[in-house]
């Protein structure tokens, strides 16, 4: 086994740890923002745990693992079942994630563009959302069970007023849009700004973590 992907949830807080032949590689920490070792990860009763497994993987520890991990790139959507999801480098893009907490099958996408394609293209809004739905659906999702999460949506341009320019706010309103008229909840998001963002989801309990290109951490 060349590595695990860990998550850890206990009265102090949550985290993920991606490993590598027993080794943390990187990892993701509900306590980043007070924590005085950031995510360089020492002592403490989260990290000690995901060391204990990984010396003794015969005792659970209370830790879940999940299957790997996929990146949607720009203008894509990846569908994955307790698979770790991510989208990295967004500006005035929209990470979008559809999630069914009951089966484990969730989606994440990298919208570009507000509104709808005509080619079918999911760089846009609608599309991209419309199309991953359908496909979450054929591989056993619930539709009655499906919610969303999403951010984004910085406004990089931002000495720039022109309304045609205010690309990610437009994104933002796109996205919500199309999830209200498809009827599924919008449980968290974070959108807007002049910072970039990483966006990371965790179907194990729903989490949307997310990383600011200038400094900072947020759980959703």
């Known amino acids: ?24 590689i990187k990892s993701y920490c509900s306590l980043s923002s007070t924590c005085s070792f950031r995510d ?24 879940k693992t999940l299957d790997g991990e996929l990146s949607a790139g720009i203008g894509e959507y990846k569908i994955g079942k307790s698979i770790l999801l991510e989208v990295m480098g967004l500006g005035s893009c929209i990470g979008v994630v559809l999630f069914d907490i009951s089966t484990g099958i969730s989606g994440i996408a990298h919208v570009l563009l507000p509104g709808a394609s005509q080619n079918g293209e999911t760089k846009y809004a609608e599309t991209a959302i419309e199309k991953m739905l359908e496909d979450m659906i054929k591989q056993g999702a619930r539709k009655s069970k499906i ?50 963002r990483n966006v990371i989801f965790n179907p194990l309990d729903g989490s949307l973590i997310i990383r600011y290109t200038k400094g900072g951490i947020l759980w959703l």
């Open 1 to 24: 086994m060349t590595g695990d992907i860990l998550f850890i949830s206990k009265g102090s807080g949550k985290a993920i740890f991606i490993t590598k032949r027993d080794v943390i």
């Open 147 to 196: 919610a969303s999460k999403f951010a984004g949506g910085a406004q990089v341009f931002k000495h720039m007023n022109l309304e045609i320019l205010k690309i990610g706010s437009r994104n933002a309103i796109s996205v919500e849009e199309t999830l209200i008229k498809n009827k599924i909840p919008i449980l968290a998001k974070d959108v807007g700004g002049e910072v970039g």
């Open 40 to 63: 360089r990860c020492q002592s403490c009763n989260i990290i000690d745990t995901a060391k204990s497994y990984m010396m003794d993987r015969t005792s659970s520890f209370g830790i």
